[in-house]
């Protein structure tokens, strides 16, 4: 099976503007989960989704939004994008709900964002 | 509300010495416990986790860890490390079935030296 895929890979943007990220899940994966990974902060939970449906979101301000579509992909929105927001954002997949032997989590290589 | 503490930051060690990564948790509930594995540039990989039962859990590349209840401590291990294990090194935690959210240490660097 393929792994987690993220696009883009790299991505440069200025203050100010807004983003949009992508990620595709394992196939036969229905729940997708993000976070951001700073120097500063290390890694934070933004979101996670299950069956299109937000099921958890983490202490991120309303700039950060996020969703899921029917074929399990996802993708996340940075609006009016801060210095502070440069950071490497992952996403993860996992097969069903989290109960029973579903307790993992697969990471995809991350989207590099620099905010200029 | 759950956290997690890696004390070292860095841990320096020659090739094909042991070496232990310390991960202390704090939590009201039980909790799911993971160390997982960040080389550069890339995502994090899976090394080995605790649900339930056996307190000592082995993982790949030849890591283990063991849960220790009483001191809230799960500590990663391995007897003898390669220049190949040169990477970021993070515990994590989860609360029960209700979610996936993970709650993530600030990693510990390892470097092994030739």
């Known amino acids: 099976k393929a792994g987690v895929t993220q696009t883009p890979r790299y991505l440069i943007k200025t203050r100010g503007q807004q983003v949009t990220l992508s990620c595709s899940p394992i196939s036969g994966h229905r729940s997708v989960s993000w976070y951001q990974q700073t120097p500063g902060q290390g890694l934070q939970f933004l979101f996670e989704?299950?069956?299109?449906?937000?099921?958890n979101k983490g202490n991120f301000p309303g700039r950060f939004s996020g969703r899921q579509f029917s074929n399990s992909r996802s993708e996340m929105n940075v609006s009016t994008l801060e210095l502070g927001d440069s950071a490497l954002y992952l996403c993860?997949?996992?097969?069903?709900?989290?109960?029973?032997?579903?307790?993992?989590?697969?990471f995809g290589p991350g989207t590099r964002l620099t905010v200029l | 509300a759950q956290s997690v503490t890696q004390l070292d930051s860095q841990v320096p060690v020659f090739e094909e010495a042991p070496v232990e990564l310390r991960c202390n948790y704090s939590?009201?509930?039980?909790?799911?416990l993971f160390w997982y594995v960040q080389y550069p540039n890339q995502g994090l990989q899976l090394l080995l986790k605790y649900l339930s039962g056996s307190t000592l859990v082995k993982g790949i590349n030849g890591f283990e860890a063991e849960f220790n209840k009483s001191q809230t401590s799960f500590h990663l291990r391995k007897p003898s490390v390669h220049i190949s294990d040169t990477a970021e090194y993070f515990c994590?935690?989860?609360?029960?079935?209700?979610?996936?959210?993970?709650?993530f240490g600030s990693g510990t660097r390892l470097l092994v030296r030739p």
């Open positions: 939590s009201s509930v039980s909790v799911y």
């Open positions: 994590a935690v989860r609360r029960g079935d209700s979610s996936y959210k993970l709650i």
């Open positions: 993860a997949s996992s097969p069903s709900r989290p109960s029973g032997e579903y307790n993992e989590q697969f």
């Open positions: 989704y299950f069956s299109e449906t937000q099921r």
